[in-house]
């Protein structure tokens, strides 16, 4: 009996029979998870993503989405599109990595109806940003560039005469886009593609500024 109550026994015991007591409390630990899961109550739903940061104006493509589950309580109202259906459409602002896609991020459709054929939308983020709280679509703006490098020999040019302003999101109610400036600054436009290629190229290089013009011009 002295010998069974020497202290340190139960220790001995214990350290004689860890490894299977260890597998015993993984396997319950996992049991608890699973049955855990088995009666959550949470509802979940499929969304897209963006994989990387994507840029106002990029074609989204599967380089750059993925699927993905998530709370359907997390989701704005009016579920996301699919994948399948996001393919080939055009950005309106910039998201970052691990961002949903909401169809209200997209250029709108029907935006380009009745326009010439080859006719495009590009985002343009004026240097000045007062001028976007006057423009409203269908108003036509004229496209500016400048450039502040000392070694830039021309002065501004300009780059569209007459641009139909297609969409603006400055509604309080398309909080989605974002919560930055940067992401609510954005004129779409309507141009050929000559014309879209000369704001990218500009925009990446210097500074656009937007007038407003008659749109008999």
């Known amino acids: 009996m002295r010998r069974r109550l020497k202290p340190g026994g139960l220790y001995r015991r214990v350290r004689r029979f860890r ?3 260890a597998a015993v409390l993984a396997v319950c630990a996992g049991l608890a998870a699973l049955l ?8 979940t739903t499929a969304a ?9 104006g990029e074609v989204l493509s599967t380089a750059v989405l993925e699927e993905t589950e998530i709370d359907a309580a997390a989701v704005p109202e009016g579920q996301p599109a699919p994948l399948e259906d996001l393919l080939g459409e055009t950005l309106a ?3 970052p990595a691990g961002a949903l896609v909401h169809h209200t991020q997209l250029v709108g459709p029907g935006l380009l109806e009745g326009y010439p054929p080859g006719t495009v939308a590009v985002p343009v983020r004026p240097s000045d940003t007062a001028i976007i709280g006057l423009l409203t679509p269908g108003q036509r703006v004229a496209v500016t560039a400048s450039s ?3 070694e830039a ?31 609510r600054n954005v ?5 050929d593609s000559a014309t879209a290629a ?5 925009g990446h290089s210097g500074r656009l500024h937007l007038s407003l013009v008659s749109s008999s011009e």
């Open 19 to 21: 490894i299977p007591l």
């Open 36 to 43: 855990a899961g088995e009666h959550s109550d949470t509802e």
């Open 48 to 56: 897209v993503r963006v994989t990387t940061d994507v840029a106002a």
């Open 93 to 95: 602002v910039a998201l």
């Open 148 to 150: 502040d490098a000392p």
């Open 153 to 183: 020999q021309e002065g501004p040019q300009r780059i569209a005469e007459a641009a139909p302003v297609l969409w603006i999101p400055q509604d309080e109610s398309e909080n989605w886009l974002g919560t930055s400036s940067q992401d």
């Open 187 to 191: 004129v779409i436009l309507a141009v």
């Open 198 to 202: 000369q704001i990218a190229e500009a």
